[in-house]
Each structure stands twice: as structure tokens, then as C-alpha cells.
């Protein structure tokens, strides 16, 4: 109340009034109003205004009591909320590889929370620094509502650079190295700057369908060409250039002899006027045997 007293001093002080009275020719006085018609003028105020003033001032004395204490914030959400604009329901759409655990913890929604005082912008930056997360929208819908859109990163391939694999974008970034078992039927390219590249190889394997699922891996030689290795264990060397026409061949090759059944290690198709197939050590083996064998029964048949 003291404040209120000393502005009340201060207007009062001195309600002072110049009157002209006669007192003698050419001389004017200045009366000064008697103290009870002063105090008059306050009695007139309306009847309750003492009461506002104080709970004013009470009112103006906790907000700075609040603030200095760093708790403005906290107070005015908490009247927020309790005025019907607390945050209810939040809409999320968009998220497949993301988990909604994930999307509300960055969120950072607490009991209490106001939707007029949520800093949407602090929650895209804090939804796209999720890695799979490119682009994230987040509105206001009043009353209780915040409606989250995210558009995420597309897997495109599995990156294998050493021994760490990543989940690649088709533009070669990397999304992640939280791989498992959900990305077995990504295509794996190995090698530095197979990440890369990997876009023409898949494109070229698209034009082959029926060897897509046998392909096991990509590997990326020397920055130049491919070599695939397919589910069997069998290599195939590609050309550097030419690659669709040759994938093309040893379909027709494979159709007509049944080639990529056979017990053999690898396909070279890296010279244009011919292929070379590699056994395996041990057809080469029985291979080798094979004519001793033939030796021993003609010898036999001689004897008798």
C-alpha cells in the first residue's frame, strides 16, 4: 500500500488555487483551500476502488516475484493451460522408418505444456536433426492440438565402406548405421565410392529383373567397373562399358545352359569378343580325376 499512498501524496500534495481577492488597489493574494475541502476530494472516489488498487498491486508484486525468479514461463503455461489451450493431442503423419517415440521426445511436449507458447520452430529444428527426418512441418490447431508432418529420407541402398555398413539415399548420403535385418532386400555396394555409383548399377539390374533377387552384393573395382556376386557364391566381372548388354547375355546364357546353376566360381565378361567361365577348385578337380579314371576301366577291358 505504500505505493499507492505516495502517488496519492504526490497528485495531493499541493491542490493549490490562486484567487484574486481586493485587498488594497493593484494587489492580488493567493488563498490557499482549507485541508477538510481537499480530503472531500478523496472521499468522492468510488467505493471499492481502495480494494482494486490493492489487489493490483499484489498482482503486479507476484508477476516480478515470478519473473525475477526465473518462473515466467512455467506460470504463464500453466494458466494457459488451465484456460483450456494446453496441448491435448498431437497428429503425426508421414513417419515410417521413424518411431513415434522418437518424434515426441524431440518434441519435448510435458503435462502443462500451452499450444500458444509452443516454439514450433525450436521443434522442426529439434524433428530434422533425427536422421531420418528430411523435412518436418508442425502447426497450431486451436484449441488443444499440434499437427506434426514429417517427410523423411528415401532408403535407397546399403553402403558397405570397411567393415561399417551405412543406409544410403539415392544420392549417396549417408542415413544411417542403424542396420538390420528391415533392409536385407536393399542392394549392397561395396567399396570406396560405390555409395556413389550406386544409382547405375541398380538401374541396370532393373533392366534384368529376373537376376535382381540373386544378386547378393556390387562391388565397385577400381572406380571403373562392377562386379556382382550372386547368392551361389559365383562372380560376375562386368565390362566398363557395356554393362546392360552383358547383363543381357548371361541371362540368354544362363536360359539356354542353365550357366549360373553350374559348379563354377566366375563369369568374365570383360573382353568384348568373348567370356571366359571359371570351375571351381573342385570341379577342377574332378575334371582333372576324370581322365584316370577312364584309363583304369580301358585298361581293364584290354586285360581281359
Same mark, same amino acid.
Given at each position: 500500500?505504500?505505493?499507492?499512498?505516495?502517488? =496519492?501524496?504526490?497528485?495531493?500534495?499541493?491542490?493549490?488555487?490562486? @484567487?484574486?481577492?481586493?485587498?488594497?488597489?493593484? $494587489?492580488?493574494?493567493?488563498? +490557499?483551500?482549507?485541508?477538510?475541502? #481537499?480530503?472531500?476530494?478523496? =472521499? !468522492?472516489?468510488?467505493?471499492?476502488?481502495?480494494?482494486?488498487? =490493492? $489487489?493490483?498491486?499484489? %498482482?503486479?508484486?507476484?508477476?516480478?516475484?515470478?519473473?525475477?525468479?526465473?518462473?515466467?514461463?512455467?506460470?504463464?503455461?500453466?494458466?494457459?493451460?488451465?484456460?483450456?489451450?494446453?496441448?491435448?493431442? $498431437?497428429?503425426?503423419?508421414? +513417419?515410417?522408418?521413424?518411431?513415434?517415440? +522418437?518424434?515426441?521426445? %524431440?518434441?519435448?511436449? @510435458?503435462?502443462?505444456?500451452?499450444?500458444?507458447?509452443?516454439?514450433?520452430?525450436?521443434?522442426?529444428?529439434?524433428?530434422?536433426?533425427?536422421?531420418?527426418?528430411?523435412?518436418?512441418?508442425?502447426?497450431?490447431?486451436?484449441?488443444?492440438?499440434?499437427?506434426?508432418?514429417?517427410?523423411?529420407?528415401?532408403?535407397?541402398?546399403?553402403? #558397405?565402406?570397411?567393415?561399417?555398413?551405412?543406409?544410403?539415399?539415392? +544420392?549417396?548420403?549417408?542415413?544411417?548405421?542403424?542396420?538390420?535385418?528391415?533392409?536385407?532386400?536393399?542392394?549392397?555396394?561395396?567399396?570406396?565410392?560405390? !555409395?556413389?555409383?550406386?544409382?547405375?548399377?541398380?538401374?541396370?539390374?532393373?533392366?534384368?529383373?529376373?537376376?535382381?533377387?540373386?544378386?547378393?552384393?556390387?562391388?565397385?573395382?577400381?572406380?571403373?567397373?562392377?562386379?556382382?556376386?550372386?547368392?551361389?557364391?559365383?562372380?560376375?566381372?562386368?565390362?566398363?562399358?557395356?554393362?546392360?548388354?552383358?547383363?543381357? @547375355?548371361?541371362?540368354?546364357?544362363?536360359?539356354?545352359?542353365?550357366?549360373?546353376?553350374?559348379?563354377?566360381?566366375?563369369?568374365?565378361?570383360?573382353?568384348?569378343?568373348?567370356?571366359?567361365?571359371?570351375?571351381?577348385?573342385?570341379?577342377?578337380?574332378?575334371?582333372?580325376?576324370?581322365?584316370?579314371?577312364?584309363?583304369?576301366?580301358?585298361?581293364?577291358?584290354?586285360?581281359?
Amino acid at each position: 500500500m505504500l505505493s499507492l499512498r505516495r502517488k =496519492a501524496k504526490e497528485e495531493t500534495a499541493f491542490p493549490l488555487e490562486a @484567487e484574486l481577492a481586493p485587498r488594497g488597489r493593484g $494587489v492580488a493574494r493567493l488563498h +490557499q483551500r482549507p485541508l477538510w475541502r #481537499q480530503a472531500g476530494r478523496l =472521499a !468522492e472516489l468510488p467505493r471499492g476502488t481502495g480494494s482494486v488498487a =490493492a $489487489v493490483a498491486f499484489l %498482482a503486479a508484486t507476484i508477476t516480478y516475484g515470478v519473473i525475477l525468479g526465473g518462473y515466467g514461463r512455467m506460470v504463464s503455461e500453466s494458466l494457459i493451460s488451465a484456460a483450456g489451450f494446453g496441448i491435448e493431442t $498431437v497428429k503425426l503423419s508421414g +513417419q515410417r522408418e521413424t518411431s513415434d517415440y +522418437q518424434i515426441l521426445s %524431440a518434441l519435448g511436449i @510435458e503435462e502443462g505444456t500451452s499450444l500458444s507458447l509452443f516454439d514450433v520452430d525450436g521443434a522442426r529444428e529439434r524433428l530434422t536433426s533425427i536422421a531420418w527426418i528430411k523435412n518436418a512441418s508442425v502447426m497450431k490447431l486451436y484449441p488443444n492440438t499440434l499437427k506434426v508432418t514429417v517427410e523423411e529420407r528415401i532408403p535407397f541402398a546399403l553402403w #558397405q565402406d570397411g567393415d561399417v555398413v551405412s543406409i544410403i539415399n539415392e +544420392q549417396g548420403d549417408i542415413i544411417t548405421r542403424e542396420v538390420d535385418g528391415r533392409y536385407a532386400n536393399l542392394l549392397l555396394v561395396v567399396n570406396d565410392g560405390a !555409395e556413389k555409383r550406386a544409382g547405375e548399377i541398380i538401374s541396370a539390374l532393373e533392366d534384368v529383373p529376373s537376376l535382381r533377387p540373386r544378386v547378393r552384393a556390387a562391388f565397385l573395382v577400381s572406380h571403373r567397373r562392377w562386379d556382382l556376386m550372386l547368392e551361389n557364391g559365383i562372380t560376375v566381372r562386368l565390362p566398363e562399358s557395356g554393362m546392360s548388354a552383358a547383363l543381357a @547375355e548371361l541371362l540368354r546364357m544362363d536360359a539356354d545352359n542353365a550357366l549360373l546353376t553350374r559348379d563354377i566360381a566366375a563369369v568374365d565378361m570383360r573382353l568384348p569378343d568373348r567370356i571366359v567361365v571359371r570351375l571351381t577348385d573342385e570341379a577342377v578337380k574332378r575334371r582333372d580325376e576324370a581322365p584316370k579314371g577312364r584309363d583304369k576301366v580301358a585298361k581293364r577291358g584290354a586285360n581281359t
